[in-house]
């Protein structure tokens, strides 16, 4: 199609200036005085001409781009049909279980194993742990360790490949995926925000929240010292993207609209990487002042956690470490190497 319109045109120009050239010198032997009507006769024959001329080869040209059209609309119509007979991996069990309420906030990772499809070797092989309520489980390790995977399969955007991951006491993949949905507040590694105001975007954490959870959210985010600068407050509006705010901005109105659900777990995927170390410390402070649940958080900066209740240190798939920071740095040399890169030795 590049090459057949432009080639198309060329000779479709040249053609009516060559017919237009000969033309015109064919009337020219016509005298506009005794000659008018076949004057008039022959100008009429070479409108009618061109006009001819461009209805056939405008209909060669869709011809010949049928040729092209054609194979590609076949291939993206089987595509899309490979996309409407697909069954979803993650399915809603026929008889859910419910949760107990003895374990009701504990997240226990059992033998966790999880492989991609198609993948020659698992992301993450015989994890075990558990994340209890009240107290910060953090997760940490390199790049490509399989932290994000980890916490992905607890509100079971994908399911473990082998082992179990407990929620409350039962499988996850034994509960609806809305009930457990429900139970979890999650904030992604990217923060997103949708076009609408400030409080349309809280609302996405709980509908039916009122204006003093969201205030209060916004508080233990660290949100409400930039948004009660704003002329319309929690009525401001956030564009596409949300390009009108910074990425520390953006982080805490994510963090904020999590904590607007009152939910059993809150997980964390990388998400004060944008902030001053300041704002990270009040943040994470503010959550473990008001918020009564499990915390999960999935970070790069270890000063996000070195004041956790348990971390867990990932190396290429693998639990290598167990324990609070203290307890780490005496055991595990991974952990070590990442505390001496980041903060050059320095307790």
């Known amino acids: 199609m590049s090459v057949l319109i432009p080639v198309a045109t060329l000779l479709l120009i040249c053609g009516l200036e060559l017919l237009v050239i000969l033309a015109t010198k064919n009337l020219d032997t016509l005298d506009v005085v005794t000659q008018r009507t076949e004057l008039i006769s022959a100008i009429g024959d070479l409108q009618a001409f061109i006009t001819y001329m461009l209805m056939i080869i405008f209909a060669v040209v869709m011809a010949a781009a049928m040729f092209v059209i054609i194979p590609r609309a076949r291939i993206s119509a089987l595509r899309i049909c490979e996309v409407l007979d697909l069954t979803a991996s993650v399915t809603d069990p026929e008889a859910p279980e419910t949760a107990d309420d003895s374990k009701k906030g504990t997240v226990e990772f059992r033998n966790v194993t999880f492989a991609y499809e198609n993948a020659a070797v698992p992301v993450l092989s015989d994890i075990s742990f558990t994340a209890e309520k009240g107290k910060v489980t953090a997760i940490i390790g390199g790049t490509g360790s399989g932290k994000s995977s980890l916490i992905a399969m607890v509100p079971r955007f994908f399911d473990v490949t082998d082992g ?167 055991s595990c040399e991974q952990y070590r190497q990442i505390y001496i890169s980041q903060m050059g030795g320095a307790e």
């Open 164 to 330: 179990q991951i407990l929620f409350d006491g039962t499988d996850v993949r034994n509960y609806t995926q809305e009930d457990l949905r429900s139970r979890i507040g999650f904030v992604p590694q990217k923060a997103c925000l949708f076009s609408g105001s400030i409080e349309d975007n809280l609302r996405f954490g709980d509908e039916n929240a009122t204006e003093e959870q969201m205030r209060k959210a916004l508080d233990i985010s660290c949100s409400s010292e930039f948004v009660n600068k704003l002329s319309d407050g929690m009525q401001s509006f956030i564009s596409q993207n949300a390009n009108n705010l910074s990425g520390g901005q953006k982080q805490r109105l994510s963090i904020a609209r999590a904590l607007t659900r009152k939910a059993e777990v809150y997980i964390f995927d990388d998400s004060f990487s944008a902030l001053d170390f300041a704002t990270d410390a009040a943040v994470r402070a503010n959550i473990r002042k008001h918020i009564d649940a499990t915390i999960i958080i999935v970070a790069q900066r270890i000063g996000t956690i070195l004041d956790a209740d348990k971390i867990v240190v990932l190396d290429q798939g693998k639990t290598v470490g167990i324990g609070r920071h203290e307890e780490l740095m005496e």
